[in-house]
């Protein structure tokens, strides 16, 4: 074309004309300007509908009762902005819908006032509030976005720092979302897992020290990978086709066989002798009272703002988290001191229900292994620790995790859970004869769900494990009580 001397002529193009997103800051900043009249674009004002339950506020507590119903508060920040932005919401309702047979009359009758009353409690503007939306299993429709994944980032929305009521959330910094260290890819038939350095250190050095009568309890290492300028190291393992013990349980499909199972091969590893027996054994306790109060220290501001929650909405019963943690130490000390705890040479140190797959060939593999105790790399346990980790998650801590909470209130997950506590007691009873008693084994179950707060950014998570933890700390009070008054 030049030896054709054909003509080229620039285009000159103007700055406003353009944004430049190439980088991660570029976006968040335009995402940022887009709120103001900073914007160098001029958007449209937009119409959002967003329905109510389960979106805007979750399911009744108490079946039936619209006053039961809890702000999901990231979702409302998202409403809140984009009101404040100028564009319209529009916020419609399905209550009642199927109780009154299509009758949007009597459902306004019914729940009208019940629900302006919710939306003026949370503080949830709106331009335009639809009873009536028809009852119906599935909706589909073209312009959708899923309420329960990350609503705002579907959108294309950049919320402020605070990710939800700045009542109740006023730290912007310092949530630790899960695992957000770590980044997991697939590749071909492999895993890799990174992360620093600093994070993966425990992981890789149980891999490194698994004892070979367990070696088919986990995924089959590969290679480690270390990035020693960038800090990163990658764990690339094995990709094991199988379902976690999370989506059995909370789909009402872990039977008691199953359950067994995986109590089994969590035996396996607690049986299992380590590859270079040493006489030097390590603070067992190390994940308790100092860990607690590094914890909370650390993430005071989180548990204040629980606290400020509670408060607001008139639920004195209960205990303000620093009285919580007070009967933790005091607990924990004594617990340490009169050697409690039960020492075993090899444990996992997270086996929830998460952490643990089952394969088609009905092989249980456990992922995630702790490998640590403080700052000490080691294999060495409180086998109680273990166990509080499984109680954890047949209390209901998977439901919180996939937003399925409202089902732990129905009678036939009651029933459910209830049988696969059972069958969780008796195995511990006929196979841990030295491990911690119920009562006991709910104190430490407690101060798991306690202690794991601040490393869940959503904070309706948040507000359930506090209150987890308290009833597990009633429940055990009340067992002792009983316990001491049968002694008697």
Not at 22 to 42: A, H, M, R, V, Y
Not at 188 to 196: E, G, L, P
Not at 242 to 249: D, E, P
Not at 270 to 288: C, D, F, G, Q, R
């Amino acid at each position: 074309m030049l030896d054709s001397k054909e003509l080229f002529v620039g285009i000159q193009v103007s700055t406003d004309d353009f944004v430049c997103v190439g980088t991660p800051d570029q976006l968040n900043q335009f995402l940022k300007e887009l709120k103001t009249k900073e914007s160098p674009i001029t958007i449209r004002r937009m119409r959002f509908c967003f329905d109510l339950d389960n979106t805007l506020v979750s399911y009744p507590s108490k079946h039936g009762d619209y006053n039961s119903v809890e702000p999901k508060l990231q979702n409302i920040q998202l409403v809140r902005e984009l009101h404040r932005a100028g564009h319209y919401i529009i916020i419609q309702t399905a209550r009642r819908m199927r109780t009154h047979a299509g009758n949007v009359g009597a459902v306004i009758a019914d729940i009208g006032r019940i629900t302006l009353e919710t939306l003026a409690k949370f503080d949830i503007p709106y331009d335009e509030l639809l009873f009536g939306k028809p009852y119906a299993d599935v909706y589909v429709d073209d312009l959708a976005i899923h309420a329960l994944i990350d609503t705002a980032k579907e959108i294309g929305w950049s919320l402020d720092g605070t990710v939800c009521d700045s009542r109740y959330q006023r730290r912007k910094y310092g949530f630790i979302s899960s695992r957000h260290f770590n980044t997991v890819q697939h590749l071909d038939n492999s895993i890799i897992k990174s992360s620093s350095t600093d994070c993966l250190q425990g992981e890789i050095y149980f891999y490194q020290n698994i004892p070979p009568s367990i070696v088919g309890l986990f995924p089959q290492l590969e290679r480690i990978e270390t990035n020693k300028d960038a800090g990163i190291t990658s764990i690339v393992m094995e990709n094991i086709n199988g379902i976690t013990y999370s989506h059995l349980f909370t789909n009402l499909c872990l039977t008691e066989g199953r359950l067994l199972k995986f109590l089994s091969s969590l035996k396996r590893i607690h049986l299992s002798l380590p590859v270079e027996p040493t006489e030097i054994k390590s603070n067992i306790y190390a994940n308790y009272s100092s860990k607690i109060l590094s914890r909370y220290n650390r993430y005071v501001d989180i548990y204040l703002n629980l606290d400020e929650y509670f408060k607001n909405h008139f639920e004195s019963s209960m205990i303000p988290s620093k009285d919580f943690v007070d009967y933790f130490i005091k607990y924990f000390t004594e617990y340490e001191r009169s050697n409690c705890g039960q020492y075993n040479p090899i444990i996992h140190g997270d086996p929830v229900f998460s952490n643990a797959l089952l394969t088609p060939d009905s092989r249980v593999v456990f992922l995630d292994m702790r490998g640590s105790l403080g700052t000490e790399l080691t294999l060495h346990g409180d086998l109680n620790y273990d166990l509080a980790k499984v109680y954890q998650s047949l209390t209901g801590y998977d439901f919180i995790l996939l937003n399925k909470i409202d089902l732990l209130s129905t009678s036939a997950v009651e029933t459910y859970l209830s049988q696969l506590v059972r069958t969780f007691e008796n195995f511990v009873s006929r196979e841990y004869s030295n491990a911690a008693s119920s009562a006991d084994l709910k104190i430490i179950t407690a101060q798991l769900y306690f202690t794991l707060i601040p490393l869940h950014n959503t904070f309706e998570h948040q507000i359930q494990f506090y209150k987890f933890a308290i009833k597990l700390y009633r429940d055990s009070t009340l067992e002792k009580i009983h316990h001491t008054k049968s002694n008697e």
